[in-house]
């Protein structure tokens, strides 16, 4: 099978069950609509204002995009990350990149910008200026070319720590009435969001996707290490550059709309490593299906275990990625430990 | 009672035909298709309040923390004030959700205007507030009448309060909201107004907004000589008594006065507001109410 | 000449508990279907030629042509078609198998494609089959030992289909099993496929043996260029090494064979 061939394939079939865990999803809800309201809403059968319609078209059709959206992202941020750092442990939150995300937009939000697409749009900028910012500080404190894992994760560590204590002195500042609202929000919680803001959301998502997929031929070539890459004809900084980028605004576009959600990035990439290969021309498109099937099922989850109250999807990540976390370094990682 | 009934006349533009245009406490304006009869409650003190005017057959759902009545608990339930279902709230068809400026979040708000469901949005830093936050509810519920009555009976148990502590002396009062962080009653908040008409003076009447943040050291500076901790239905007793009975230089320790308080009346903007206010009354001037 | 260096300088930018260091005066070149070998003590700069003739570095002073053209104006890719550099080995816990690496080597010939078209992997399998590891082909590299990996390194650089391959001390840590197969892969991919080949290497009996020419670097300057039994002399050698040397002659091959004199233990 031609490697080309072998893609479609792979792409065809996740994007099958991505479909298949969507609708079931639609299904799923805190409100009590039988599997044949659902379908009557979904083939116009009731009215634009019934219950069914408003339940399954407004509320859970749009969360189940922006789930989908928003794993996608996190998984090829992951990805990249880890393509990047020759670490396999890297991804957003592991890195700090998240948490600098995330003080990016609390200082946006702090600042006024809240809603509409205009806001959105700025809580954006500053959650990628926030990504940037901690992916160089990770940068730095391990030590420029000094990459090893423990490095970088001890980096990722402090650094994560870092922004965790600045969001902590912002969050100081709020009300106590607001205080829940924004605590919530840490956990990382998808919802239901606006037509034009899921609009933006997948424009930017793709805006990073665009900016790493074309190079997934250049990232294998990375593991050989930068002298190697370039002596193969790669342009390792621009590269470098470039996928920096792609993966900050990939996790940047997910915190601004979803709020900071772990683990994704690293639980995705592994998975489909094992089932594909390690081949990136292969993991980063399947990494954006991947994602979407993988956090979908987590929000579901997440949703309806407690009904009608919510936990929130960070929750399920992080219960699902710390254990994972301990698993990959006792297996792949015995030396260090 | 007439103003009562002036200021629901003032607040229902009533447009035959169009529906109601109604206008909420923080100056929105809610397109009401008629008198609301299906509503849900994301507030506490609503909940209560719709009760105590007997309009509880117009409440068709709540928040898992509207515990007050009782019978509030048999309610349909949509989830917390934080993240309440949309999906539940939704199918239970309501024409009005009222939430509040202090607990709901702006998101919440804004995702059930987005499908359609018209909110009306409440808040209290006064004790004015709450009869106004009563009347509202009785004008949108049908039951003027009822609120009228209510806010007389509550303002004439206020009178009496402050008449019975109008000739002693006004002790300094520190009221902890919460020991850890210490969070304390600001310049906004209702509490310390309360404290005021209990016969106390707050010592972080000037501070901050509603509830600020405090540190211990500037409380145990300002010398208070009660100190009120207040209960949320969760024991805050035994274990912090301990924390306050060191501080040996504050009056309130020196002479016993640490009292606790329930929480749950004085937060909530409800009719027992004034219970609490009698509690606290009858923490700071004991020999007032013998 | 494949490869000219004329006059080549290069100081590495000054930097804190990092000993000054600095390349100067190289002059040389490889002649098309020559085997040179590059020798010297540690830190005499050859880890610095290789970089610079593979435009890892650019040099302080002189200049570098490949096949007549001035390095500098040549883009990366064009430069690893010409030159292809064999390092110490895969870095550790690579994962990919051996024909994905050696894929890995068409990639200057097409840097826009996503996937290798055929003809690519063809070129990859009889890179492959140059250098014996065909049928390990699907088997991941650190599953391999010493010397199939580096063997599996040689054919991503063959893949490259380079006018001149660099190798950077290519038996260093193999068996001598390995060294001694590594020493006939090389000379046949230089006799029977004229392969140019620049071979960096400590081994001094290994460059004798396989090597055209030799290139003695010292601290960074260039002492001897020549046959090997011009350039393997004890007085050279020792003042280069810094220790007692003797030079022999191979009965087999007729090249110098270099033997340390061991410092008199007591007595014998």
Known sequence: ?337 | MIRTLAVAGLLLVASPGHGLGVRDMIGRDVALAGPPARIVSLVPSVTEIVFALGAEDRLVGVTDFCDYPPAARRKPRVGGMLAPSLEVITSLRPDLVVATTEGSREETVAQLQRLGIPVYLVAAHRLADVWDVIARLGALTGREAAAGHLVAGLRARVRAVEQAVAAGSRPRVLYVLWPEPLIVPGRESLVTELIGIAGGRSISASEGTDYPRFALEAAVARAPEVILLANHSASTGGIDRERWRGLTSVPAIRDGRLHAVNGDLLHRYGPRIVDGLEQLARAIHPEAFR | MIVEARGVGFVYPPARRVRPFRLADLTFGVAAGELLGVIGPNSAGKTTLIRLLSRVLEPSAGEILLEGRPLARLDRAEVARCVAVVPQGVPPQFPFTVEELVLMGRFPHAPGRYFESGADRATARAAMAATGVLELATLPLDTLSGGERQRAVIARALAQEPRLLVLDEPTAHLDLRYQAETAALLRRLNRERHVSILLVSHDLNLAAEVCDRLLLLAGGRPVRLGAPEEVLEAEVLEAVYGCEVHVDKSAASRRPVVQVVWPDAGGR
């Open chain 1, 1 to 337: 099978m031609s490697p080309g061939a072998r893609l479609v394939a792979v792409l065809g079939v996740l994007a099958l069950v991505l479909l298949l865990v969507g609708a079931a999803a639609l299904f799923v809800g805190s409100a009590a609509l039988s599997p044949g309201a659902v379908l009557a809403a979904l083939t116009g059968r009731t009215g634009a204002r019934s219950i069914e319609s408003v339940v399954t078209l407004s509320i859970r059709l749009p969360r189940i995009a922006v789930a989908a959206l928003a794993g996608g992202a996190l998984a090829v941020a992951g990805v990249a990350f880890q393509a990047l750092t020759r670490n396999p442990l890297a991804e957003p939150s592991v890195l700090g990149v998240s948490g600098g995300a995330a003080f990016g937009v609390v200082i946006g939000q702090s600042v006024g910008l809240g809603f509409g697409v205009l806001g959105a749009a700025g809580l954006t900028a500053f959650a990628f200026a926030g990504a940037v910012v901690a992916a160089g500080a990770v940068y730095l404190v391990a030590g420029a070319g000094r990459l090893s894992v423990q490095t970088l994760l001890l980096a990722g560590v402090i650094v994560g720590l870092f922004f965790a204590s600045a969001i902590t002195v912002v969050i100081s500042f709020v009300d106590v009435n607001r205080l829940g609202g924004v605590i919530h929000w840490l956990l990382g919680n998808l919802a239901t969001i606006p037509p034009a803001s899921l609009g933006l959301f997948a424009l930017t998502a793709a805006a990073g996707l665009a900016l790493v997929l074309p190079h997934a031929r250049e990232l294998n070539l990375l593991a050989l290490g930068e002298e190697a890459a370039q002596q193969l004809g790669v342009d390792a900084e621009r590269l470098k550059l470039q996928i920096f980028a792609g993966a900050a605004l990939l996790t940047a576009s997910v915190v601004a709309f979803a709020g900071p959600i772990g683990f994704v990035g690293l639980i995705v990439p592994h998975a489909l490593r094992l089932l594909l290969g390690p081949d990136n021309r292969l993991l980063v498109p399947a990494a954006f299906v991947g994602g979407g099937i993988f956090l979908l099922a987590a929000d579901t989850v997440a949703r309806s275990i407690v009904a009608p109250a919510e936990l929130s999807v960070g929750v399920i990540t992080s219960f699902c990625g710390a254990p994972f976390f301990v698993w990959l370094l006792r297996t792949r990682y015995r030396a260090l430990l």
